[in-house]
Structure formats: structure tokens, C-alpha cells
């Protein structure tokens, strides 16, 4: 039961183009979501959230555009630049009892940029 | 990663031993988090805990697993009488306060390995 779908295993763009990065989800009581980022070996670490009042949250490169109907979100990177090889993860928590402590998160897109 | 710390990085025990994972949050945190990842998949939830108080364990396996985060010192994930299933990464992460908004900080992981 995959309540996060990443359905884009990988996903390869150039440097300076805009990498787009999907999630849909199937639990409507998810209230916010989260994109981390992972290099091989190490922890994800935090990139960008939105909770579910709102439709788009934006910080430097990377903004995250939230569609509540479709139950879906993407991650957008423009500039992209070399750097941002890794794997994305979209998370998702719910609302309400003791549900938000636990992320649910999708398998993962491999982001390779190149130079 | 820095701040949320996982000791050791990679621990490997052969079939039967018991293996015992040990997460020191970020300062400040008082709410910890772990999660297990298998080869070629995300993240799933296993245990939320607070200082002495497990509040979400619906992700933990009923037998041979445990946690536990006292009033000092690390928290520590113990698996007892390992079998080969369960080699993967496992990753603790914490927030401070409510994680109700406030996103999940990754450590590194420890990369349990059964012989």
C-alpha cells in the first residue's frame, strides 16, 4: 500500500535547465509535505515543505507547488547545477493524533544533472 | 548532517546476535524518530519517541525490536536475535518541540549488515 508514488525512478536534465520532480499521494489526510534530499552514505537532509493550506512555497532555487485536488506536488529546481545529483524524496505526514510524528515517504527519483 | 548523530555508522552481526543502534538528537530536541530503509526503497516509519514516552510505534515489527529514549543519554534501537531481513540502513531523526510543523533532521544512518 504506496500512499507516496514517485513514479519517475530517474530523471536526467542539463545544467542551468529546470528539473521537475513529482509526487502524488492517495491519503487525503495528509496535511504537509516535504522534500529531502540524499547523497549516497548519508542522511536526507531537508530541502523544502508546504503544508496543505497552501498551494506553493518558494526559497532560492527550489519551489514546491502543491495540488490538493490532483493529491499531487512536485519539486521545482532552476536554476539546476551539478550539485543537485542526489535522490529526491517526497514525504508526506498526516493530521491529527499521534500521525504527525510519522513521515511517509515515496521510493525516490534520482536527479543527475549535467554539466 | 550535523547535529543529529548515529553511532556506529556500519555494524555488522551475524545471524542470532543482537544488534543496538544509537541516535543523539540535534540540541535542543526532544523528539525522536526512526526509520528503516531497504535496498532500492524510501524510508518507512518505525518508532516516534519523547524523552521516556513511546508515542507512535505502529511502524515497529511486534517481536525482537525495541526502543527506548531515556531521560539521559542517547536513544537506542535494539534488535534481538538478528536474521538476515533485517540488514538494511536505519536512520534516526529529530525535531524540536511538536513536530506538527517543524520538519525532521536526518542523521547519517547506521548500515546494519547480518552475516
Known amino acids: 500500500d504506496q500512499q507516496v508514488k514517485q513514479n519517475s525512478p530517474s530523471l536526467s536534465v542539463q545544467e542551468g535547465r529546470i528539473s521537475i520532480l513529482n509526487c502524488d499521494y492517495t491519503?487525503?489526510?495528509?496535511?504537509?509535505f516535504l522534500w529531502y534530499k540524499k547523497y549516497p552514505a548519508e542522511g536526507p537532509t531537508f530541502l523544502i515543505s508546504?503544508?496543505?493550506?497552501?498551494d506553493k512555497n518558494e526559497d532560492g532555487r527550489f519551489t514546491v507547488f502543491l495540488n490538493k485536488s490532483a493529491k499531487h506536488l512536485s519539486l521545482h529546481i532552476v536554476p539546476s547545477q551539478p550539485g543537485d545529483s542526489a535522490v529526491y524524496f517526497c514525504?508526506?505526514?498526516?493530521?491529527?493524533?499521534?500521525?504527525?510524528?510519522?513521515?511517509?515517504f515515496g521510493q525516490g527519483t534520482i536527479l543527475t544533472v549535467h554539466p | 548532517n550535523a547535529g543529529v548523530m548515529q553511532n556506529p555508522r556500519h555494524l555488522v552481526r551475524r545471524r542470532g546476535q543482537e544488534a543496538r543502534l544509537r541516535c543523539s538528537p540535534m540540541k535542543g530536541h526532544s523528539h525522536v524518530y526512526w526509520y528503516r530503509q531497504l535496498p532500492e526503497e524510501g524510508l518507512k516509519f518505525m518508532v516516534y519517541l519523547q524523552k521516556e514516552n513511546i508515542i507512535d510505534e505502529s511502524g515497529m515489527p511486534k517481536e525482537r525490536f525495541s526502543a527506548e529514549f531515556p531521560k539521559e543519554g542517547p536513544s537506542i534501537l535494539r534488535i534481538q536475535q538478528v536474521v538476515r531481513g533485517d540488514s538494511a540502513a536505519y536512520f534516526c531523526?529529530?525535531?524540536?518541540?511538536?513536530?506538527?510543523?517543524?520538519?525532521?533532521?536526518f542523521g547519517d544512518g547506521t548500515r546494519l549488515s547480518i552475516l
Open positions: 508546504i503544508s496543505s493550506i497552501k
Open positions: 531523526a529529530s525535531s524540536k518541540d511538536s513536530p506538527a510543523i517543524k520538519p525532521q533532521h
Open positions: 514525504a508526506a505526514r498526516g493530521s491529527g493524533g499521534t500521525s504527525y510524528g510519522k513521515l511517509t
Open positions: 491519503n487525503s489526510m495528509f496535511d504537509y
